[in-house]
């Protein structure tokens, strides 16, 4: 495991700027549900979304993307068709990519789908605390998912009320977020397209993942502060990730060091 930088306010802060700028493009193999919103979503930000999944050609969206995403969320024959048809082109482009790993809790197929994903070497996995059970039969914690992070050599990202985030060295707490987030459909499925989008432009997956869920739940904190429930506050959530600015987000990150011991 290589040692990376301390997971900085300031660095995260500096990858919302770098992202604005790179503008990059996300070929996102999502859920039905979530298609609408997270392309919105990765608009607000500045990245520009791709959603097709059409076998003969998706080799040629991710050809030309910066980032993907793979959501396991109504996975139909179409989107795993589409899987196989985008992974040899995400292997030339050397991309890293965020899996999701939706309602893995669900089925057996679902389970089955995700571990074979795992296999694949996403940077990040970004789960909820259903599907971080299930994956890795433990209760989640910051011992758990950074034991999972270890031995998979990603980084785990944990949402909820409270993330917890690993890559195995490096753990930490991100408690930024609303919780009307969660009476809000596929808004993990969004923050995972977001999180692929940093992972597109920024070199470190952890510091990716770190300012990808910030940005996400610094905008829907802002937004819930006015939100009249969970249709305003998807509203509010678009309006505010975009135009987000980086003091902003500095100012109202709530991130800290978790203590893991050594030798998990
Ligand atoms: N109670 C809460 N308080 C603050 N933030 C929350 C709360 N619940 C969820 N979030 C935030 O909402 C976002 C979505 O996370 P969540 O864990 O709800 O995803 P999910 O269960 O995969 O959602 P979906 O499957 O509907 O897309 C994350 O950024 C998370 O931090
Ligand atoms: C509701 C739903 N069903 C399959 S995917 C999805 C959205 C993310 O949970
Ligand atoms: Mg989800």
Redesign the pocket.
Known sequence: MTHGHAVTAGAIAAALDEVREARPRVHCITNTV?QTFSANTLLALGAVPSMTLAADEIGDFVARADGLLVNL?TFDALRAEAVDAAMPAAKERALSWCLDP?HAESSPRRIALARRLIDLGPAVLRC?ADEFRTLFEAEPGPDTVARAALRHGIVVAL???R?ILSDGDRTVFLDN???L??RV?????A?SAVVAAFLAVIGDPLIATAAG?SA??VA?EIAGETAAGPASLQVGFLDTLYGLDAATLQARLTLCPADVPAGL
């Not at 459909?185 to 499925?189: E, H, I, Q, S, V």
Request: proline share 4%; glycine share 22%.
């Open positions: 979530a969320g939706a909820n949402t909820g009320a993330d977020g609303h919780p987030q969660a459909t596929a808004a993990g499925c923050a869920l996400v739940g829907a």
